[in-house]
DNA sequence: AATGATGTAACAATAAAAGTTACATGAAAC
DNA sequence: GTTTCATGTAACTTTTATTGTTACATCATT
């Protein structure tokens, strides 16, 4: 795994999840699809657990599972589940705050920032993990649609 | 220094520049300014120059200047110019591309982040350097500032 | 020529993210 | 109640991106 890609493998995850409801998934299960760690996948669904999006159980038969269905799970809704802004920061040290330009700059960057953060709320907002399952594969009866991927 | 602040170095950048268009300004000087290093006042404002949003002359007297009247440059330009994105690229590794839903992922969320590139971008467009600078220090005697021609 | 600036390559230091190991905790099966 | 298997989490290592730094070639001006 290579860059800051916590919202995809949540995504992926989910998708997953919403595509075999009958039963639990391991983390470990989970890590081979997502092509990652079991501990990185206990850590990003955390988060979704922590959020009320998917639910852990322990023990024999454990793993996880989606606490909805997958229509009713947004893109917002995972977003502000990883605590994490799709949005570089820009801002300088701190010790920079003396100069006024620099106060400046990040002032109106962060309102900026802001502002831009409610529209991408916004849009996030309108698509669904079932939408992206949809996307995935359009005609389950369809092979090439239908393998269920692993 | 701590973060991506290539695009905040670059206002301040500008900012000052614009403040002394009399003479130009050093990239030494300049780090001084922004408190960082000479070489990484050049690797950003070369970016500018590039871009023609800035000039650099060499021997005595040389230095940085702006092309052109700072309420002309946009955050837009200038963003466009630092050729990075203020959006986070989520996609996962390449290796992942086998999965169905690894590509679907990626490919709604390269969608939606090339959508919230263009907004970001039109927002940027609405802002300018001189627009920056009014805000750091309004100018009792030229309220709407001064206009550089020529 | 001497001076003083940029342009750039090469490398070091730093910080952020992800990967890994290890183990405690809890739930179900036997 | 013991065993088994899963999560929860802490601690550490590895990797990657960014920035900082040094060094020096290049070029313009005096």
Redesign the pocket.
């Known amino acids: ?6 919202l995809s493998l949540a995504l992926h995850a989910l998708v997953h999840l919403h595509k075999q409801p009958d039963e639990a998934i ?3 299960t989970l890590a081979q699809c997502l092509m ?5 996948v ?2 990003v ?2 988060e979704l ?1 922590e959020a009320g999006i998917v639910t ?9 599972r989606l606490l909805c269905p997958a229509g009713e799970i947004s893109l917002r809704q995972v977003y502000a589940a990883m605590g994490e802004s799709l949005l570089i920061r820009t801002e300088s040290d701190p010790g920079d705050i003396e100069c006024g330009i620099v106060r400046t700059v990040n002032s109106v960057m962060g309102d900026f920032l802001a502002d831009a953060e409610a529209l991408l709320a916004a849009r996030l907002e309108r698509v669904s993990i079932a939408d992206i399952a949809r996307q995935a594969s359009p005609n389950p009866l369809h092979p090439h649609g239908a393998i269920n991927h692993g």
Chains 1, 2 share one sequence.
């Open positions: 795994m290579k860059r800051s890609s916590r391991t983390s470990a990652t760690n079991p501990v990185v206990r850590r669904l955390g657990r852990a159980s322990k023990g024999h038969e454990g793993g996880w």
